[in-house]
């Protein structure tokens, strides 16, 4: 089988919107599986860290490319924004727990430090009524 890949460029304003919900979903599906495994031992556990970067790597850069139209249409706030930064900042932090490359460490630093500089959690109007940001 071969593998296709499509470029933000090519999508019109619907599929680009399509592609985004779906990116959303999948990669809070991956990301909550990623708490299932365990901390130690021989799981292999790489390929399903990697499966997740490649989701919110895909995500990350469609938002970037497209923030105007998703704002808009979608609804992107940036807490949400903030959200995908702060995920991959995680996953960055727990490869390095598993491999110790302080690599790892380095970008998820680099990560918290834009999600801080940036200030996408600074405007408390937009997550008071949002129930994905309500502790249970």
Do not use: M
């Not at 556990?45 to 850069?61: D, I, M, P």
């Amino acid at each position: 089988t071969t593998t296709t890949t499509t470029t933000t460029a090519t999508l019109d304003d619907d599929e680009v919107i399509r592609r985004f919900l779906a990116l959303q979903t999948r990669s809070q599906e991956l990301f909550n599986d990623l708490r299932e495994l365990p901390q130690f031992g021989k799981y292999q556990w790489q390929g399903f860290f990697s499966r997740t970067f490649q989701v919110f790597s895909e995500l990350w850069t469609l938002q970037r490319s497209r923030r105007e139209l998703l704002e808009a249409r979608c609804g992107l706030t940036r807490w949400q924004t903030g959200e995908i930064a702060s995920k991959i900042a995680q996953l960055y932090y727990h490869w390095y727990l598993r491999t110790s490359l302080h690599s790892e460490l380095q970008r998820s630093f680099e990560f918290y430090a834009t999600i801080r500089k940036r200030g996408y959690f600074a405007y408390a109007d937009d997550v008071k009524d949002s129930p994905e940001l309500q502790a249970e």
